[in-house]
T-cell receptor, first 114, second 114 residues
């Protein structure tokens, strides 16, 4: 069975410092992995996705994530946080051969202090 | 604009009332999904439809029914609403082919059951 674990429910950083949001996955075969962001009272926006091409994936707004099969991880990083990055972030795995269902992690709330 | 349209955006129901949440996509996607979002739990799959004419239960189907009316439309029905169904509901669609495909989410329906 596939599952996703986001290791931190809340992360707080200062503006201009690096961001690290951690995600581990469990999958019986090569997964498709995604990071989505949700700003308060808004819908879901795709940040980036991994679909078995390059292991380092670059997304929008300066975010990137590295797929590490040996560690079953897909951590999200950004070199320098901006106030507008404050939001909730979801790590997601896709069950490609079962109708493409998405399995969501519990979410990590990112706070950015001035 | 192409995308996923959900109606209504907000709804308040009394316990025991019924209602149908509507979802339509204009991207000719085969697969459609209904998720609910609750604090600290990410998004959980209620029902999905891998293709027109098929529907399957997800992680939390109890208290809900769905109808895949045609390729464009996938509705979610609450027959007898309960306070535990207070949540934000998201519809999504995708075309799961190959290794690189994306999901499009609606903007959500915020439902309160009193």
């Amino acid at each position: 069975a596939q599952s996703v674990t986001q290791l931190d429910s809340h992360v707080s950083v200062s503006e201009g410092t690096p961001v690290l949001l951690r995600c581990n996955y469990s999958s019986s075969y090569s997964p498709s992995l995604f990071w989505y962001v949700q700003h308060p009272n808004k819908g879901l926006q795709l940040l980036l996705k991994y679909t078995s091409a390059a292991t380092l994936v670059k997304g929008i707004n300066g975010f990137e994530a590295e797929f590490k099969k040996s560690e079953t991880s897909f951590h999200l990083t950004k070199p320098s946080a901006h106030m507008s990055d404050a939001a909730e972030y979801f790590c997601v795995v896709s069950k490609r051969n079962q109708g493409g269902k998405l399995i969501f992690g519990q979410g990590t709330e990112l706070s950015v202090k001035p | 604009n192409a995308g996923v349209t959900q109606t209504p955006k907000f709804q308040v129901l009394k316990t025991g009332q019924s209602m149908t949440l509507q979802c339509a996509q204009d991207m000719n996607h085969n697969s459609m999904y209904w998720y609910r979002q609750d604090p600290g739990m990410g998004l959980r799959l209620i029902y999905y439809s891998a293709s027109e004419g098929t529907t399957d239960k997800g992680e939390v189907p109890n208290g809900y029914n769905v109808s895949r009316l045609n390729k464009r439309e996938f509705s979610l029905r609450l027959e007898s609403a309960a306070p535990s169904q207070t949540s934000v509901y998201f519809c999504a669609s995708t075309q799961p082919q190959g290794v690189d495909y994306g999901y499009t989410f609606g903007s959500g329906t915020r439902l309160t059951v009193v």
